[in-house]
């Protein structure tokens, strides 16, 4: 499965979820949804998506989906720990495609050994799921959207060199407003 | 002497509604009041960074949380804070313990903290009052300063 064809899926199957995207993520999505509900987390600290995620499924009660990297999440592996102590309404997909994209492509520590499946699980996530192909995704998005508190879903993708660095669709004052907006309204 | 009563009394009273925490061995026993209190909700993140991190996205969802953490973890989290601070541009509230500071005064201490709190915190460009030994009016005033402040500030405690 590809990067865009793992997000189709997502945008077909969010509902009225906030999305928050992060790195290479970021340069795909406002190309598949660019509403106040999207959120490009950038300018970023580099693993605190699926942290930023939880704050805010918290505060708000409303669910989220923060898409994260594997180089992303392998810098913040304990916040797998805190989402499984923490029920709220959030989904964390996790993207891998065994690379630093965003620099170059580079591998990340583990690529393709790190069972990210059983990370989750061991962390206390009672439901996680795991896709490395686009039709058993679009397949499994139903049930991994109707379930009840923080989910965790696996999507093994290619990795692809020679991508750009990716810019977010608006500065993030502006976002933020959009976001708070939307909330209020 | 602060009684954690106390100390978590006027945190709720300056209308925090979280508290992101990884405790020190100076604030750990404020976790029964913590836990206890109605008007407060108890996040117990992993790491530091991770703290401010969850405190940001409160935000964005229109709470008012508190981190509360020991200087070893600030210094850890500096990527976390700047980019919530000088990117999002969020009102991160920070108290946070600065060990060994009373002994780093009187001079019988080797710990690296204290020496490097201060000028750590301005150099990200984050206010701060620093209390040398927490009384309950200092503390008292120092978190409604917290609170009544627009943009990030920290307290920090002398430990």
Redesign the interface.
């Known amino acids: 499965m590809t990067h865009r064809e793992a997000l189709e899926v997502l945008a077909a199957h969010r509902g009225d979820r906030v999305v928050l995207t992060t790195m290479g993520s970021i340069e795909l999505w406002p190309a598949i949804s660019d509403t106040p509900l999207d959120f490009a987390y950038l300018p970023s600290s580099m693993g605190q998506g699926v942290s930023l995620g939880l704050g805010f499924a918290l505060a708000t009660g409303r669910g989220v989906v923060a898409v994260t990297g594997d180089g992303s999440l392998l810098m913040n592996l304990g916040c797998l720990v805190t989402v499984a102590n923490h029920p709220a309404p959030l989904t964390v997909l996790l993207i891998d495609n065994g690379l630093y994209e965003v620099t170059g492509g580079q591998d990340v520590a583990g690529a393709g050994r790190t069972d990210f499946g059983s990370l989750a699980r061991a962390a206390g996530i009672a439901r996680v799921y795991e896709f490395d192909d686009a039709e058993a995704w679009r397949r499994g998005a139903v049930e991994v959207f109707n379930g009840a508190g923080p989910a965790f879903v696996w999507l093994k993708v290619l990795g692809e060199h020679g991508k750009k660095t990716p810019t977010a669709p608006r500065p993030m004052a502006e976002q933020i407003r959009r976001l708070q907006s939307a909330l209020a309204g | 002497m602060l009684e954690p009563a106390a100390a978590v009394g006027h945190i709720a009273a300056a209308g925090f509604t ?1 508290v992101v925490w990884i405790p020190d061995s100076a604030v750990g026993p404020w976790e029964p009041a913590l836990v206890s209190n109605p008007q407060l ?1 108890l ?5 530091e ?2 703290a ?12 008012r ?1 508190l981190v509360v953490i020991q200087c070893t973890g600030l210094f850890e989290a500096g ?2 804070l ?3 601070v000088h ?3 969020l009102p991160l509230k920070l108290i946070v313990g600065v060990r060994s500071y009373a002994a780093h005064r009187a001079g019988k201490s080797v710990d690296s903290c204290p020496v490097y709190m201060e000028p750590v915190l301005t150099a990200w460009k984050v206010p701060y009052t620093l209390l040398a030994d927490s009384n309950v009016a200092g503390f008292a005033a120092g978190v409604r300063e917290l609170a009544g402040t627009a943009g990030a500030r920290a307290l920090l405690l002398g430990e």
């Open positions: 979280h909700k996040i117990r993140p992993c790491r960074g991770e401010i991190g969850i405190a940001a996205g409160l935000m964005l969802g229109m709470a949380p990527d976390s700047r980019n919530v990117d999002l541009h």
